[in-house]
């Protein structure tokens, strides 16, 4: 069993930045692939971001590639997203899962409560 919560969301101005995190429990955080998917009103949910077990390998939808960047502790339990240069269509509910199995949503598992991100033109 897996618990994920993600916290750090929040309402900022285009052209500004949030640190998302997404806390993990469970002994064998370390051996799964995480993502990051975001879903904003009226739209089916979407990846955003992944990562491997290691924090080696990671992928990016190509919207937000250069501006997001994706991490994550081992030690801490504890995935990130950090997210720069925001735009107003970057705004939606954003949400973490593991493991990450590939783009479609429905590959998932687990997922946290989801955090709000809005960005104001």
């Known amino acids: 069993q897996v618990q994920l919560v993600e916290s750090g969301g929040g309402l900022v101005q285009a052209g500004g930045s949030l640190r998302l995190s997404c806390a993990a429990s469970?002994?064998?955080?370390?051996?799964?692939?995480m993502g990051w998917f975001r879903q904003a009103p009226g739209k089916e949910r979407e990846f955003v971001a992944s990562?491997?077990?290691?924090?080696?390998?990671?992928d990016y939808v190509d919207s937000v590639k250069g501006r997001f960047t994706i991490s994550r502790d081992n030690v801490r339990k504890t995935m990130y997203l950090q997210m720069n240069s925001l735009k107003p269509e970057d705004t939606a509910v954003y949400y973490c899962?593991?493991?990450?199995?590939?783009?479609?949503?429905?590959?998932?598992?687990?997922w946290g409560q989801g955090t709000q991100v809005t960005v104001s033109s």
């Open positions: 899962a593991a493991p990450f199995r590939g783009y479609d949503p429905r590959l998932c598992d687990y």
């Open positions: 469970g002994r064998t955080f370390s051996s799964y692939a």
């Open positions: 990562i491997n077990w290691s924090g080696g390998v990671t």
